[in-house]
Every structure is written in C-alpha cells, then in structure tokens.
C-alpha cells in the first residue's frame, strides 16, 4: 500500500501563490509518474501537471506559464508551485503516483488539499 501526503494548500488572493507537496510513502514500486489532479465542484477529476521519472512535463492548457511541476525522486516528493493564481483555479488538488510493482501498474492517490483563490 503506498500513501500520499499532501500539504501547502489553503486560501490566497488572486495573484497570489502557493506551493503543494506531496510525498510517497510504504510499498512504492518503480515510478512512472507523479502529478496533480484537481477537482471542481459536480466534476471529475482533471490532469493539472505531470512529471515522469526522467523529469518530462505535461501541463492543463489553463495553467501554463502559471504552474511549476517538479520532483525529488530521492525522497519521492512532488511540487506544484502556483502562481498568478485565479479564482477559477479554486478547487481540490490531489497528488497522484503512478508506479508498477512487478509487471502490475498501480495509481495512488492523496486525500486532497483545498485551494481557495478568493478575495
């Protein structure tokens, strides 16, 4: 079983910024990919930035050249640094891994952190 442990999120003005951390722990087998997702209210889940093992990045069309995705494979840590955020970015994020044990793929998921862009 693997946890994700997320933090940094919270409530911040427009134009503000943010930085979320996720960390993986217990039974990680060879990571593919660590990323966020995040989630608006009545909606599924949606890809807001990936980075592969080998530190290749995947950006939402709607946060680019706002949002940094970054990663510490040694302590399987993954960042998002947000910035000129927007209420429209208002909604819960969770920290996603993607990994294989053995020849199985396995996705983990956070339990979510709130991100609130409000004045």
């Known amino acids: 079983q693997v946890q994700l442990v997320e933090s940094g999120g919270g409530l911040v003005q427009p134009g503000g910024s943010l930085t979320l951390t996720c960390t993986a722990s217990?039974?990680?087998?060879?990571?593919?990919?660590m990323g966020w997702y995040r989630q608006f209210p009545g909606k599924e889940r949606d890809l807001v930035a990936q980075?592969?093992?080998?530190?290749?990045?995947v950006y939402a069309d709607s946060v680019k050249g706002r949002f940094t995705i970054s990663r510490d494979n040694a302590l399987n840590t993954v960042y998002l640094e947000m910035n000129s955020l927007k209420p429209e970015d208002t909604a819960v994020y969770f920290c996603?891994?993607?990994?294989?044990?053995?020849?199985?793929?396995?996705?983990?998921w956070g339990q979510g952190t709130q991100v609130t862009v409000s004045t």
């Open positions: 996603n891994l993607i990994h294989y044990i053995g020849p199985h793929r396995s996705d983990g």
């Open positions: 980075i592969t093992s080998g530190h290749n990045t």
């Open positions: 217990g039974s990680i087998g060879r990571i593919i990919a």
